[in-house]
């Protein structure tokens, strides 16, 4: 009998990543303009970021929300469009969704890498 190791293959990226990604823990207000409970920033960059929700939203839909920024104060409104969407199999109810920017976003790049570094 010979035995075949399995090992999980990530996808490889058809598009090499053209933003530093910066992981981020920031509540999520509101989302196109209703309150959006449980919901999180997780990920960003200049370019986009992605959602942790409790609800699944359509790629290729635009999305506004707002996100509060860790002093509790300071509140950031993001316009972007949905680019996938896929369930948190880990957690039952929790999708993440891709969001990709209209324009670039130098802020939200600003605040992310200032709180990654310390």
């Known amino acids: ?24 823990n920031w ?5 196109n303009g209703r309150p959006a409970r449980d919901s ?16 699944a939203l359509s790629p290729n839909m635009p999305i506004h ?3 509060v920024l860790p002093d509790g104060e300071t509140k950031l409104e993001v316009n972007g469009r949905v680019v996938w969407m896929r369930p948190v199999f880990a957690t039952r109810g929790r999708y993440h969704q891709g969001i990709q920017f209209y324009g670039i976003n ?4 600003r605040l992310a890498r200032k709180e990654s570094a310390g």
């Open 1 to 24: 009998m010979r035995v075949i190791p399995l090992t999980v293959q990530t996808p490889r990226r058809r598009v090499p990543r053209r933003a530093q990604r910066y992981a981020v």
């Open 106 to 109: 130098w802020d939200l790049d």
């Open 27 to 31: 509540a999520v207000t509101d989302i």
């Open 40 to 55: 999180w920033l997780v990920d960003v960059s200049c370019m986009g970021a992605r959602l942790d929700t409790a609800a």
């Open 65 to 67: 929300f707002m996100v």
